[in-house]
């Protein structure tokens, strides 16, 4: 079961590009890497998932560096929208133990 | 389509009273799953149901929680003797089986209050 550790809180600004890093060390072989996002009162929302190297969607990108023990979510030129909590996922296909992450709560201001 | 619906959206009770919220996944996600969310805090996996297969429900946090699923619709979570301490937002998210683990559709949550 891999254990992730994400930073508590995070400020930024609007217009800024933000890095989130989640370190699991234990991350096994079939382990993807998946981040949430969830605002208050809400159910969390998927952004990204990956396995390796880098992954770019619309809304963000996912750097995982060789050894895969942690990940980084960037999220460029934020806005005041993106203030939320961001979860990292750690989990495996064919398993069904899935750990989110303490959350990294990012205030963006203006 | 439709997303993950849940009801009640708050439910309010007595301090050993049972309560049963329930889950509408996506139509076509054979996967789904509980969390609880207390406040201020992260989500805490219970329970996975995969198609007809049987769920494991090593994440229940006691004997008074218990979960069913039909087929691949419908799934109950029933709280049993309620506690102050099972107070907090009830998580429901389905996906695709080859997707597990990847892409999760949550609900917006049952708030249960246990006073």
Redesign the interface.
Known sequence: LAKTTQPISMDSYEGQEVNITCSHNNIATN??I?W?QQFP??????II?GYKTKVTNEVASLFIPADRKSSTLSLPRVSLSDTAVY?C?V?????????????TQLKVEL | GAGVSQSPSNKVTEKGKDVELRCDPISGHTALYWYRQRLGQGLEFLIYFQGNSAPDKSGLPSDRFSAERTGESVSTLTIQRTQQEDSAVYLCASSLAQRLAYEQYFGPGTRLTVT
């Open positions: 382990d993807y998946t949430y009162s809400q159910g969390p929302r998927f998932q979860y996922l989990g495996s296909k064919g398993g069904n133990k899935l750990t989110f992450g303490t959350g």
